[in-house]
DNA sequence: TGAATAAGTTAACCATGATTCGCGGCCAGG
DNA sequence: CCTGGCCGCGAATCATGGTTAACTTATTCA
């Protein structure tokens, strides 16, 4: 276990430095940047949050430093050669610091517009490492779509940061690895021909209640739920802050309503697309193209639905965490009932894998090309989950 | 008494942001703007600090507006007619702002670079609203001269907020008036035909203590007491912040330790100027000869030992300000022994406006006019004592 | 009169600054 | 030779302060 350093017993060891970053970066994937205080960070290293400054100029560095941390780590074990070694590196990758690989998921959106950039660029050289061979292995994709393929096998490998599912490493290590190059040897999204006549932006107004809910929405996905305070929802609703206290009790519950609103919506989609099945197989399909327009449709809802996790208030995330789980656990039912040889730890992972991707690529699609990455999401999500 | 408001009994009174402002303003002068915590201020409000932020961005803020409450007071209270009547007016500004005035003494040092422009701006506006009438009435006067002769008035009326000396409010504003009269009937200050052999720079170099000691007293001078850390001075004497106390105890001592150098210095000057006087007024010309040569040879150490006499540490304060009250005795002494019809509260408060003159001319003064400031200023303190 | 706003409060939290502690290097004296 | 004190430093702590955010209460206004 090279992570943990025993520092019990030693007074003032060498690597404290090092040792923040990683504490606070796990800490960091758990429950979110802002949801960490720097005192729980010293205390899980052993000092006062003060002492931290000895190290670090502020909290801000330290999410920068254990970002670089991630980043130079994973650059660092993929520099091998050959196709087939590198993924297998990016695996391992993801297995070992599965506690801190959240960091690429969601931490990076506190980051400055500087270090944004920077991060964006160590991920497009991490990109470019598993597209190029891609590319010149399948001379029949084009750059972009080589880079598509590349971005949804690092969405595969990174989902394992997403989840807790219990799973042997090893195992994990070669499900992740089958289904990135599952991933990898699909087809690419074919461009529609016509741009189809997306929905423009919903205007819906309900009552003022709907409007805070809606506004609140949108703002927890671009900044982050603790990033968001009660005068920007107020703001956004155009009304003042105090008076938000009219329509909810408080923030948590603004944040629960969403959840609950979201679970809704997954069940409800997920009954519709069970429904008319004709066999297991085509449950799973239908599963995916149901979810895969619910992301879209709503795809600010359900970023919060993913990422928002932690933040619940106490009393409604047993409940809702129950609704997540039994949506996973419906998708799973599906898989080992298809493939009778896959253990339901191994289902559950590729299903982790399969969901994010969707949000992943789903985020990182241009509005126009919906309908290509459509199809494309529906066939990826097969593809992982037959891998 | 307008500036009072009756908080007391009132539920959320109107002029809670002025209030604030007043009060901070009296704090500020008090014991310094780094001396005084947001916590302190709201208290006497009879508010939390927090909800100081509902009237003010931030305690700098407050600093601001309170500076330019003070100077818009001023310069409205002095906008009147008559050269006379201006000066009876700013004498009143004087004595109702007491306890604010020291506002334009020191605290100007903490503001931005852009508020101490506008701030220049507005002390500027204020001298030309001596100066031109000045110039005016003594055509001989060039317009430098007469400017430099209003910031001497200035600087008299200002005096009352460097010190407590206990007077009537009426005889004081008579006081001030007559003083600051005086001075601006004296003569200019001619500026001498050769510029002087100035000494230069002097390039002590004692101990480690020493050089510890001069760089601390250069560094409070330019930025303050507060706003000077250990690792500042460490730094400028080239060792390490932790180094410090091997030679202090403690940062207050270090001031502590100019305080006593500064006092000896005085007394020392007093005593050699007192050792050889022929009759009083001879007696107060050596002193003010003396002084301002101490003031000119020594201004680091002579500007704080008039600036920082807050933040002394408890124990050495009481010492301290007794020496300080024995000096400015020792002047009213000789003041009322020559002036026979002058009560010693006059005296102390021309022996104030004196000493503050010189201070405030000799920060002001460029090195190269030195020697005639010199002259100059020793006149002043003459002018003044005699008014 | 009731909804909306202004102005408070409490409880964190990040950050700073003064101060302490223990270690290591250097140098004089036994 | 080695040894003890002086020095210097890095790393820690404690106390405190400014600031923020969620939530509450008083006041205003249509």
Redesign the pocket.
């Known amino acids: 276990m090279p992570v943990q350093s025993p520092t019990v017993g030693r007074?003032?060891?060498?690597d404290?430095?090092d040792r923040i970053a990683q504490v606070a970066a796990e800490l960091f994937c758990e429950r979110g940047y802002?949801g960490?205080?720097?005192?729980?960070i010293?205390a899980v290293v052993?000092?006062?949050?003060?002492?931290v400054?000895?190290?670090y100029?502020?909290?801000?560095?330290i999410l920068v430093a254990a970002t670089r941390e991630l980043v130079a780590a994973t650059l660092n074990a993929t520099d091998v050669v050959g196709f087939d070694a590198m993924l297998d590196a990016f695996a391992a990758v993801a297995v070992t610091h599965r506690k801190t690989v959240g960091l690429y998921q969601w931490e990076w959106r506190y980051l400055t517009e500087e270090h944004r950039r920077e991060f964006g660029d160590d991920l497009g050289r991490l990109l470019h490492r598993v597209a190029e061979p891609l590319a010149a292995a399948r001379p029949a994709l084009s750059p972009a779509d080589a880079e598509a393929l590349a971005r949804a096998a690092l969405s595969v490998f990174g989902s394992l940061g997403t989840h807790r599912a219990v799973i042997a490493k090893g195992r994990a290590e070669q499900v992740l690895r089958r289904a990135a190059a599952a991933v990898l040897a699909t087809e690419p999204p074919t461009p529609a021909a016509v741009p189809a006549a997306v929905t423009p932006p919903p205007v819906r107004v309900g009552g003022?209640r709907e409007i805070l809910l809606a506004e609140s929405i949108r703002l927890f996905r671009r900044r982050g739920y603790?990033?968001?305070?009660?005068?920007?929802i107020?703001r956004a609703a155009?009304?003042?802050?105090?008076?938000v206290?009219?329509y909810f009790?408080?923030?948590?519950?603004i944040l629960a309503a969403a959840f609950y609103r979201a679970s809704e919506r997954v069940t409800e989609a997920t009954a519709v697309a069970l429904n008319g099945a004709a066999d297991g197989a085509d449950a799973l399909h239908r599963m995916a193209e149901s979810y895969v327009e619910l992301t879209f449709e709503r795809s600010d809802l359900v970023s919060v639905y993913l990422a928002e996790n932690n933040n619940l208030p106490e009393a409604d995330r047993h409940e809702l965490r129950k609704v997540q789980r039994l949506h996973v656990e419906e998708w799973v039912r599906l898989v080992v009932a298809v493939r009778p040889g896959l253990a339901a730890s191994e289902a559950r992972v590729l299903t982790h894998a399969a969901l994010n991707l969707v949000a992943d690529l789903g985020r990182w699609v241009r509005f126009d090309r919906r309908t290509a990455m459509d199809r494309h999401l529906v066939r990826l999500i097969e593809v992982v989950l037959w891998s």
């Open positions: 007074r003032r060891p060498k404290r430095k802002h960490v205080s720097l005192e729980e010293a052993g000092i006062s949050a003060p002492a400054y000895r190290h100029e502020n909290k801000y560095a003022r603790h990033a968001v305070n009660i005068e920007d107020g155009g009304i003042n802050a105090s008076s206290y009219r009790p408080g923030k948590g519950d």
